[in-house]
Nanobody, 124 residues
Framework: QVQLVESGGGLVQPGGSLRLACAAS????????MGWFRQAPGKERDFVAA????????AYGNSVTGRFTISRDNAKNTVYLQMSSLKPEDTAAYYC?????????????????WGQGTQVTISS
């Protein structure tokens, strides 16, 4: 079992930056590929980013490539999402997820564990 708790959400002006964190409890964090997804009201949950076990491989959604960076610290059982050049369309609840596969995947159905989410609002 893995429990995930996101933090770092908030209200930011367009063009600003924000760093989300996801702390994981349980053993063998380093054996989980970690991902971030987001869901805006009335929309489907979208893939944002994912990172492999030891960070050697990453994947990003088209809308965030070049603006967001995913990283992980296995010693702290934590995965991060650094977001910059934020836009109003980035407004959503952001969810951390874990799956036991070795490679990053964009498919939410392949993730085994999910956090409760943290709200990110981009507005002036």
């Amino acid at each position: 079992q893995v429990q995930l708790v996101e933090s770092g959400g908030g209200l930011v002006q367009p063009g600003g930056s924000l760093r989300l964190a996801c702390a994981a409890s349980g053993r063998l964090f380093s054996r989980y590929t970690m991902g971030w997804f987001r869901q805006a009201p009335g929309k489907e949950r979208d893939f944002v980013a994912a990172i492999s076990w030891f960070g050697g491989s990453t994947a990003y959604g088209n809308s965030v490539t070049g603006r967001f960076t995913i990283s992980r610290d296995n010693a702290k059982n934590t995965v991060y999402l650094q977001m910059s050049s934020l836009k109003p369309e980035d407004t959503a609840a952001y969810y951390c997820a874990a799956h036991s596969g070795i490679s990053p995947t964009t498919r939410s159905s392949q993730y085994d564990y999910w956090g409760q989410g943290t709200q990110v609002t981009i507005s002036s």
